[in-house]
């Protein structure tokens, strides 16, 4: 079941849609990124910026 939704898929919910992951997004996800709560049960700190930028380009590296 590798993949059963397509990357570029847009799921469009009641209260929320999900859009996929761009670029354009990654100045407003690491300002949310700094509130340490979110990382907290995580084995890693994305609060730090170094860290969360190298999350997301990970995941843009595996998307190609």
Request: hydrophobic share 45%; no cysteine; net charge negative.
């Amino acid at each position: 079941m590798d993949n059963w939704i397509p990357n570029a898929t847009t799921l469009i919910g009641e209260t929320v849609d999900l859009i996929p992951l761009e670029q354009m997004h990654f100045a407003v996800l690491e300002s949310l990124a700094k509130d340490k709560r979110i990382w907290e049960f995580y084995a890693y700190d994305g609060s730090d910026q170094a860290v969360f930028a190298n999350i997301l380009l990970n995941r843009f590296s595996e998307l190609k």
